[in-house]
């Protein structure tokens, strides 16, 4: 009888230290667990701020952790926490297919292309110096928000223009189903800007909303996914 066994950790180091593919990204910051699977190891390693990134690496955040990962053209893209990406590049095409969570991708002043994957569907987001957000759902359909700035979304040779504060939802038959406008707009702090503070600062929010939606509520959570609000106030 024979036994083979794989030991998959000298296998990874061994292949990763041998990996003749440029990086098309890098770990520009992390907060908590962040893990990175490569497409021909099945075990997920912790990463380390800096760390290069290859085509089809997967990226994993646990529970109240995140990244932001800088590819390399400039564009940014925050992985938010229980997410999963997986990140490739195709003829200078950057793409993410969300697998689960969500992601913010911030597109350079240049004018730069990112498509955005959610389960089959694949939109296409050309800006310069956008914001843009994608939300998964459990039931297979997906959000894009605009943050900031305006994109041409392409999908399927169909162009739509989204602005700033406007969403597109697409249902998981990969149809668009809607284009709306938020009823309201964070003025201050700016949408997905991290503040880091001391000493009980002043935080001021300043917000617009439409005519027919005049109540707002404010919460405080100590966790990403707002679990535990510490904080709720109309």
């Not at 189903?177 to 002043?202: G, Q, V």
């Amino acid at each position: 009888s024979y036994l083979l066994f794989i030991n998959y950790e000298i296998l990874s180091t061994s292949t990763e230290n041998n990996i003749t593919q440029e990086p098309i990204a890098k770990i520009n910051h992390k907060e908590n667990s962040v893990r990175r699977r490569s497409t021909n190891i099945p075990i997920r390693k912790n990463v380390k701020n800096k760390a290069p990134l290859y085509r089809n690496d997967h990226l994993f955040t646990d529970s109240n952790s995140e990244a932001e990962i800088v590819f390399s053209d400039g564009s940014k893209l925050n992985i938010g926490s229980s997410s999963l990406v997986v990140i490739d590049e195709r003829n200078t095409e950057k793409r993410a297919n969300l697998k689960r969570g969500n992601i913010t991708a911030s597109l350079t002043k240049t004018k730069s292309k990112l498509v955005l994957i959610t389960g089959d569907t694949e939109t296409q987001i050309e800006s310069k110096d956008a914001k843009v957000q994608l939300q998964s759902a459990k039931d297979g359909s997906s959000k894009i928000t605009v943050l900031k700035g305006q994109v041409v979304a392409s999908k399927n040779g169909e162009k739509i223009a989204i602005k700033k504060n406007q969403r597109l939802i697409i249902d998981k038959a990969g149809v668009i189903t809607e284009l709306e406008t938020l009823n309201i707009e964070l003025i201050k702090p700016i949408a997905d800007k991290k503040l880091y503070y001391k000493n009980d600062p002043e935080i001021q929010f300043k917000w617009q909303t439409s005519k027919n939606n005049s109540s707002v509520v404010i919460e405080v959570a100590k966790d990403h996914e707002f679990r535990n609000i510490i904080y709720s106030q109309k």
